[in-house]
Nanobody
């Protein structure tokens, strides 16, 4: 089974930056996409960014231009660089691993436990 462990969350002031990491271990042969989701208190989970094995990326409109997803295949690690943070970015951020379905959909097979990001004003 695949295990995903997030790190890098914390408290940051508005306008600041934070870099999240997601380290993967286990059998990942069936996985072709890594994703970052977030969930704020009282709100539904939303997709933030994705990256495929081929390097294609996707960003939610709310974070495009501010967040960057990347990977280090040698370390089996995916990153989310978050710049120009806003209070509305406050949420628990979850790493996920899954498979692409068609061109724009994903099937999630594994979830991390999440890391909390708090952006203060």
């Amino acid at each position: 089974q695949v295990q995903l462990v997030e790190s890098g969350g914390g408290l940051v002031q508005a306008g600041g930056s934070l870099r999240l990491s997601c380290a993967a271990s286990g059998s990942i042969f069936s996985i072709n996409a890594m994703l970052w989701y977030r969930q704020a208190p009282g709100k539904q989970r939303e997709l933030v960014a994705t990256i495929t094995n081929g390097g294609s990326t996707y960003y939610a409109d709310s974070v495009k231009g501010r967040f960057t997803i990347s990977r280090d295949n040698a370390k089996n690690t995916v990153y989310l660089q978050m710049n120009s943070l806003k209070p509305e970015d406050t949420a628990v951020y979850y790493c996920a691993a899954g498979r692409t379905i068609g061109q724009s959909s994903y099937a999630i097979d594994y979830w991390g436990k999440g890391t909390l990001v708090t952006v203060s004003s």
